[in-house]
T-cell receptor, first 114, second 117 residues
Framework: AQSVTQLGSHVSVSEGALVLLRCNYSSSVPPYLFWYVQYPNQGLQLLLKYTSAATLVKGINGFEAEFKKSETSFHLTKPSAHMSDAAEYFCVVSGSGNTGKLIFGQGTTLQVKP | GAVVSQHPSRVICKSGTSVKIECRSLDFQATTMFWYRQFPKQSLMLMATSNEGSKATYEQGVEKDKFLINHASLTLSTLTVTSAHPEDSSFYIC?????????????FGQGTRLTVV
């Protein structure tokens, strides 16, 4: 069984500040991990993914995440927040391979203050 | 650019009628498609997984006779909400996984806002 927990349903940062969105996972098999972003009333866009290659993953829009097996974590970071980063972020776990279903975390709303 | 197209983006229907939502993979063959439901300010809830040419696998608690899923081709899956009721009003999102990228990530449609009146 797999699950993912996002710590903090709402995160607020100032523009230019560090963004840190926390995600912990549980998986009985080697996981694939993803971060997706959702803007209001839209679908989801892939930010980055971990599929057992490099543990530090770089994604689009300056985001990156580090897979830490010992901590079962996959936290999302960005050095400097932009106003356009305000959105809903989902951490997602899947079994390896292309048949595993995607299990979503509860989501974290990122607010960026000017 | 968009690789998964979902249609319609918004639909309003009368209680008791049926509504069909289409999900198309535009430039790749989607061997697996997923259908999600999202309530306001909540996460995505997986409703069912469908593989081309076979019956969909529904998650626990999802009525398969109410939410009919068809994945007749490698580029098209449909979700039909039958005998819709106001409690079926929600945001429905499809995603597709297949021969695009590494094959591990899923690409999402833009979502369909269903309102049953």
């Amino acid at each position: 069984a797999q699950s993912v927990t996002q710590l903090g349903s709402h995160v607020s940062v100032s523009e230019g500040a560090l963004v840190l969105l926390r995600c912990n996972y549980s998986s009985s098999v080697p996981p694939y991990l993803f971060w997706y972003v959702q803007y209001p009333n839209q679908g989801l866009q892939l930010l980055l993914k971990y599929t057992s290659a490099a543990t530090l993953v770089k994604g689009i829009n300056g985001f990156e995440a580090e897979f830490k097996k010992s901590e079962t974590s996959f936290h999302l970071t960005k050095p400097s927040a932009h106003m356009s980063d305000a959105a809903e972020y989902f951490c997602v776990v899947s079994g390896s391979g292309n048949t595993g279903k995607l299990i979503f975390g509860q989501g974290t709303t990122l607010q960026v203050k000017p | 650019g968009a690789v998964v197209s979902q249609h319609p983006s918004r639909v309003i229907c009368k209680s008791g009628t049926s509504v069909k939502i289409e999900c198309r993979s535009l430039d790749f063959q989607a061997t697996t498609m997923f259908w999600y439901r999202q309530f306001p300010k909540q996460s995505l809830m997986l409703m069912a997984t469908s593989n081309e040419g076979s019956k969909a696998t529904y998650e626990q608690g999802v009525e398969k006779d109410k939410f009919l899923i068809n994945h007749a081709s490698l580029t098209l899956s449909t979700l039909t909400v039958t005998s819709a009721h106001p409690e079926d009003s929600s945001f429905y999102i499809c995603s597709a996984r297949g021969q695009r990228g590494s094959g591990t990530e899923a690409f999402f449609g833009q979502g369909t806002r269903l309102t049953v009146v």
